[in-house]
């Protein structure tokens, strides 16, 4: 489990791939005598575990499922990637609670200034879009940030100096590629209510919720 909040901009090193897997070795300035083989770090908000690690880098194994359905497959050596380590009991959960499992990716279409701070327009499917909620809370390649918007297609976020400076977000352009994973209650509030199938797809209607007192 995870917080949104990036303690360290890392860089790819290396990215040794084989036919359907890979393995991505990252160089860092996180503390190595606070990283131990099998923890758990958040790359590009991807839960990834150590196999590997010397002075001043990591390596993690990329499962093909992971390939598939994130941003990792496209790095390449110098690229720069979000870390965070996994949250522990004891710290303040600053951002908000991220699983490190990736939803879907979501393209950037717009980018502008807005005032002190720099505002994105990220295109999502609607699979993963009905999840995203205006002020509710969104991870951007790992990064916690609050939705201003929801369109039919895309939503918005607004991108403080701090956040850009500390992070990768500072780096993208329209058309790249980013992770994006959802407030993980909003699934489970979804299933507890009847609304997704066994394949996942939502069935909560109006309907539904008329029936059950909600509206």
Do not use: W
Request: hydrophobic residues 45%; contains cysteine; aromatic residues 4%.
């Amino acid at each position: 489990m995870f917080t949104g909040l990036i303690e360290d901009v890392g860089n790819v090193r290396a990215m040794r791939r084989g036919s359907r897997q890979a393995r991505l070795c990252v160089a860092t300035a996180l503390p190595q005598d606070e990283i131990a083989m099998g923890d758990s770090i958040a790359v590009n908000g991807v839960c990834v575990t150590v196999v590997e690690q010397d002075s001043d880098s990591f390596s993690a194994d990329v499962s093909p499922e992971t390939l598939d359905c994130t941003n990792l497959g496209q790095l390449t050596p110098g690229a720069a990637v979000n870390l965070e380590r996994a949250l522990r009991l004891s710290d303040r959960l600053g951002g908000h609670l991220v699983s490190g499992h990736v939803d879907d990716v979501a393209l950037v279409a717009a980018r502008r200034a807005d005032g002190n701070a720099v505002r994105f327009t990220f295109e999502l499917a609607p699979a993963a879009l009905r999840y995203v909620a205006a002020k509710g809370s969104v991870a951007v390649d790992g990064v916690s940030l609050t939705v201003n918007e929801v369109g039919t297609h895309s939503f918005t976020v607004a991108v403080i100096p701090h956040s850009l400076a500390q992070t990768t977000l500072k780096h993208l352009a329209v058309g790249d590629r980013v992770n994006i994973e959802t407030d993980l209650l909003a699934r489970y509030v979804e299933r507890l209510l009847g609304g997704a199938d066994v394949s996942g797809a939502s069935t909560l209607t109006m309907e539904h919720l008329a029936r059950n007192g909600f509206v």
